[in-house]
């Protein structure tokens, strides 16, 4: 049967190495590939999607889950090449939290939630911290909001109530917090990104028949990335595969870098105790990378304890050795990295879409931004984009929640003043109390607030006109159901652009805000042709889901771009030209890893591990010998993964800047610098 890309399905199978083929191929039970970077695992899930619907399965049966939509959007444009767009458009190709948005919203009201799923990101979950802190009179200068928020995530996807955390675990500190931080979900009918698998679960486990509709739905399920799901996103597998039990998994042991977050290495590690009748195959020629770059990767990660040893190999010959480069200070790193990218360009034809520069944390893309634009480098940031969490963003994206649900009051009490209506904190409380006492949902005591006691009837006027807003702007969304052109209106007509536009905060001119927002429209226009007949809940669903890779699929429209993304955000993706900028201790393995009481860096050395795989020809690894910090330029060590690359895998290139005129005296601290990282690295090897 041929298929979309024009190569028959009997081809696609026959481009696979025999285990490839054998995972694609086989059938009656879970299958499980557990294999290093690059051995084909992404498209071994690719090909076995396709074979399955050339085999008959409707498209629409297909499960296939992994990490962010950026990675889903790129699997699903794989399949597409295979069995066609419209196949690919009907099959559920998504996120865990995807997936579990739609199993909770399609029976929110069997788990309580009669006003719809009122879904919380990362930023307003922290404010809910804060909100609890305050409430129990914790001081969160001492007690750091970020800390709570991940003790009470792992618990809560480990199972642990907030009972069992105090009695058995004696956290009492962490445990009132939870309670109350679980009471606030309550109170606002608040779910965040843990809610989403944790109550699938919860709805499969407590109702038969609920689970039953998900499980005949999907008759296989495929899951990327494996090595980072939890203990809960097992629990879902589990209870979806029972019956028909066509399940394959993939993943890598040495890439799981989410543990922080709660993923758990044992999913993969004991994936054939966990599903008695699986297989296990194993993948070792690697297809992406050079021989260098793998013999580099793979002696770093060998100093790893606890692993799968996996010995991976390559025929594509040696290449070109790694290149590390040393740097005075991050901006003479920056313009090394600039120029090296204009040398490729000019002088060996690599276009700006086959490098990518990776680094490990958000700050380090400022110097490197600066050098690109001054050197006019088009340059796409991926993962360090704070887009969402400007607070011009945040506030036109509760106004749009607001109207697809009234009764979102995180939503609602966001922009209740702003822009300012005289709403203070006395109106507040007497509104909300009113609510609790009435049981009657904030939205709806609106256009009622004159009847309140403490509150004045000017502001209960102003609350009547905030009601009728939204109302208006239902009812012209409703006729026009068109997203950008409502946004542009609804800055416009509640005051929002002027506030943004005289914010006092925003210095001369004062239009940074409005200008983000004018992006946003933008953005959504083009989301809007993308994706014809998306609407207005369906976008914000994909925003509330993976809001960065929104914003970026919209500017990747531009093909010639470096990509300048985090090392997180890089896993599964490969490019030509790899830059890992950064690569010192405290930036590689991070301070706060150095700072715990054993220091155990082994997931810093796999997030290592994940940065050098992505390179396919050339690599290089960068440091700035100083770094600046509040006692100004201090000194910096190479980072130890550096010391564990064998001798003959790199080789060391000048990573000073030579603008204008090079005196010998500079030349020779060059090479007094080169000499002596040379000695450095060899004494630890
Ligand atoms: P990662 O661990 O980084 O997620 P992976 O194991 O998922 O990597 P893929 O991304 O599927 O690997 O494949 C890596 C590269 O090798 C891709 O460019 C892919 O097209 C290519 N590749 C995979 N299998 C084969 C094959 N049998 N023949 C030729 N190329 C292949
Ligand atoms: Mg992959």
Not at 76 to 81: D, H, L, N, Q, T
């Amino acid at each position: 049967m041929p298929v979309a890309s024009g190569v028959s399905i009997k081809e696609l199978v026959d481009q696979l190495n025999p285990e490839q083929r054998r995972a694609v191929l086989h059938r009656g039970g879970p299958v499980l590939v557990l294999a290093g970077a690059g051995t084909g695992k992404t498209r071994v899930i690719t090909v076995r999607i396709a074979h399955m619907v050339a085999e008959g399965l409707d498209p629409e049966r297909v499960l296939a889950l992994t990490f962010t939509n950026k990675a889903a959007g790129e699997m699903a444009e794989r399949v597409a090449g295979f069995v066609g767009k419209d196949a690919a458009r009907a099959m559920t190709v998504g996120t865990f939290h995807s997936l579990g948005l739609q199993v909770v919203e399609a029976d929110a009201k069997r788990l309580g939630f009669t006003r719809g799923v009122n879904l919380i990101d990362a930023a307003e979950q922290a404010s809910a911290v804060r909100q609890c802190l305050k409430q129990l009179r914790i001081d969160p200068k001492r007690h750091d909001p970020g800390m709570f928020l991940t003790a009470i995530s792992n618990a809560r996807n480990a199972g642990i109530t907030p009972d069992r955390m105090s009695r058995m675990l004696g956290k009492k500190l962490t445990a009132s917090v939870y309670r109350a931080y679980l009471e606030w979900l309550r109170a606002y009918q608040a779910m965040d990104f843990d809610d989403l698998i944790l109550r699938a679960v919860q709805l499969f486990e407590e109702h038969p028949d609920v689970r039953d509709r998900w499980r005949k739905k999907f008759g296989t399920i495929l899951v990327d990335e494996y090595q980072d799901t939890n203990l809960c996103q097992l629990k879902l597998m589990r209870i979806l595969a029972d019956e028909h039990r066509s399940l394959c998994v993939v993943g890598d042991d040495d890439q799981s870098i989410y543990a922080w977050r709660g993923a758990d290495i044992t999913n993969i590690l004991e994936f054939e105790r966990h599903f008695s009748d699986a297989t296990a195959i194993a993948l070792t020629q690697n297809y992406r990378s050079t021989g260098h770059i793998l013999s580099a990767a793979n002696a770093v990660i060998s100093n790893n304890f606890d692993r799968r040893d996996k010995s991976l190999w390559t025929d594509v010959g040696e290449g070109e050795q790694l290149r590390l480069a040393t740097c005075r200070d991050p901006g003479a790193e920056a313009r090394f990295v600039a120029d090296e990218i204009l040398r490729l360009r000019s002088q060996h034809g690599v276009m700006l879409g086959e490098i990518g520069v990776l680094f490990r944390t958000s700050a380090q893309a400022g110097p490197i931004e600066e050098a690109f634009r001054q050197r006019q480098i088009p340059y796409r940031l991926v993962g360090a984009f704070e887009f969402y969490e400007r607070k011009e963003v945040r506030d036109t994206l509760s106004y749009l929640r607001l109207i697809v649900n009234p009764y979102d009051e995180v939503s609602l009490l966001r922009i209740i003043n702003f822009p300012q209506r005289g709403v203070g904190p006395k109106t507040l409380e007497a509104l909300r109390d009113t609510a609790s006492a009435t049981k009657t949902p904030l939205f709806s005591l609106l256009d009622a607030a004159d009847c309140i006691d403490g509150i004045a009837a000017s502001t209960a006027a102003k609350l009547a006109r905030l009601k009728d807003f939204i109302d208006e702007a239902r009812a012209r969304y409703a006729a026009e159901p068109a997203i950008a052109p409502l946004v542009e209106w609804l800055c416009e007509a509640s005051g929002a652009r002027e506030a943004w536009i005289r914010d006092p905060t925003e210095g001369p001119g004062g239009t940074r805000r409005w200008k983000t927002i004018e992006y946003l429209i933008r953005s959504i226009g083009r989301t809007e042709e993308r994706l014809v007949g998306i609407d207005l809940k369906g976008w914000l669903r994909l925003v509330a889901l993976d809001g960065r890779s929104t914003v970026e699929d919209e500017e990747a429209a531009a093909a010639e771009e470096v990509a300048l993304q985090t090392l997180h955000s890089s896993k599964g993706l490969e490019w030509p030209v790899c830059f890992l900028i950064g690569c010192q201790e405290g930036i590689i393995p991070h301070q706060r890893t150095l700072d715990t009481p054993r220091g155990d860096v082994s997931e810093e050395r796999r997030l290592f591990y994940v940065g050098v795989t992505r390179a396919r020809r050339i690599a290089y690894l960068t440091r700035s010998e100083t770094k600046r910090n509040y006692r100004g330029l201090e000194e910096t060590k190479p980072s130890r993964f550096l010391g564990e690359i064998p001798a003959g895998d790199y080789t060391l290139v000048s990573g000073d800047d030579l603008e204008g005129n090079v005196s010998d005296d500079d030349k020779q601290q060059q090479l007094a610098r080169l000499r002596e990282l040379r000695a450095r690295i060899a004494g630890k090897s």
